[in-house]
């Protein structure tokens, strides 16, 4: 089943509350979704992320489809039984890993040809192919079939592609059966083009899918070209559906999101950059290797009470990073997961007390943002 609650949209901003129902339990929003690629959420355990307070995370069509292979997953029962997760999980299609992990790939309207990164042996998936990976691995919230445009590029170019990634969009939802048990979302994509985004929308909505996706934005371009178009798009979704802007994950990415009406983002950022010593707190980001905390026995942010901040001072954690100890990696990931998914908690709670914008204020001054 799939359930979306509109509870409270903000007067002063697009910010608003709400509560995602699945047949693997409920979401809050707005939501911070952290990345599980390969079927793990790198070097934490289920428990551990549910001790962090995460409530979804993502898994990938394309690189499941890869390795282990729909086979395997098949035969465990499905992704949730394979990796031990019991909370809702959502998939991305693939479309966006083909477009940035494989080189020589050949898109025809049929679908795309490309070599796997892995050993360059040939592959296709279609939108058809997408939705029956999906389905086998059993996933809550299903993504079709997408084309990310690169960026830059022309109006002309993001006019084929978003045209093409519209018609890959009704093949999804003709060939989706599974719909008591998985929901599909649409993709709404245009580049940073108003009138495209505004043609995508429009034609996504038409479809009439549970819930949509922007995606094809945070792919490089400067964050207020992001939140302009972002800003545009928003107000030609319906305001009954979740909005999942896709690929967004640094605190001031989140904040700018929430503000103009999405309720759902999914990151690598937190975790990629905790394995390599770059930890999140309320004072911006610092570079655990460096020399400074050597001796430093404070925790890594004082306003922080994660299982890390709790248990482990900067100098331990400097010093696992400079030996190069798994653990460093671990106690990193812990607390900038946790630093986000605790953020959001609090952008929530000012949501439900109208104080959204204060907040965001306080949290960049603090943080440094301009
Ligand atoms: C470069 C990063 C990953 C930061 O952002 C994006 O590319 N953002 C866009 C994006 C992320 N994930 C997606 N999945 C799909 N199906 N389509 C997309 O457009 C995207
Ligand atoms: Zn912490």
């Known amino acids: ?95 966006f890993q083909v477009f940035s992990l494989s080189d020589n790939r050949k898109i025809t309207e049929e679908g795309v040809h490309f070599r796997s990164h892995i050993d360059g ?6 939108p058809e192919k997408s939705i029956d990976i999906q389905n086998i691995l059993g996933s809550d919230i299903i993504m079709a079939f997408d084309e990310c445009a690169p960026y830059p590029a022309s109006h002309e170019y993001i006019d084929h592609s978003m045209r093409r990634t519209l018609r890959w969009a009704e093949r999804c939802k003709n060939h989706h059966k599974n719909v008591d048990n998985q929901t599909l979302f649409g993709i709404i994509q245009g580049g940073m083009y108003k009138d495209l985004r505004e043609i995508s929308a429009k034609e ?23 939140t302009e178009i972002l800003d545009y798009t928003t107000d030609f979704m319906p305001e009954n559906k979740p909005r999942y802007l896709m690929g967004v994950g640094s605190p001031d990415y989140l904040f700018e999101a929430v503000e103009r009406g999405v309720d759902m983002a999914d990151c690598v950022l937190p975790t990629r950059i905790a394995r390599n010593g770059t930890v999140l707190t309320h004072q911006g980001r610092i570079p655990i290797k460096n020399a400074i905390y050597k001796d430093d026995f404070s925790r890594l942010d004082d306003e922080c009470d994660c299982y890390t901040c709790r248990n482990y001072s900067k100098a331990y954690i ?53």
């Open 318 to 370: 400097r010093h696992l990073f400079n030996v190069d100890e798994i653990l460093g990696m671990r106690l990193a990931t812990i607390h900038n997961l946790y630093f986000l998914i605790d953020m959001m908690k609090n952008i929530r709670e000012s949501i439900k007390g109208d104080y959204f914008l204060e907040y965001k204020k306080d949290f960049y001054k603090k943080y440094g943002y301009k």
């Open 204 to 226: 996504m909505v038409d479809m009439d899918f549970k819930g949509y996706s922007i995606g094809g934005l945070s792919v490089g371009e400067p964050i207020d070209l992001m």
């Open 121 to 126: 042996s040939k592959m296709f998936i279609s």
């Open 1 to 95: 089943m799939f359930k979306f609650e509109l509870l409270k949209t903000s007067k002063d901003s697009k910010a608003r509350l709400g509560k995602i129902t699945t047949n693997h339990g409920e979401i809050e929003t707005p939501i911070f979704m952290p990345v599980g690629t390969r079927a793990t959420v790198k070097t934490m355990t289920p428990e551990e992320l549910k001790d962090i307070g995460a409530q979804i995370i993502l898994s990938n069509t394309y690189h499941l489809f890869l390795r282990p292979g729909t086979e395997i997953i098949e035969k465990a029962g499905g992704l949730h039984k394979f990796m031990n997760w019991d909370k809702p999980i959502l998939t991305d299609s693939g479309g």
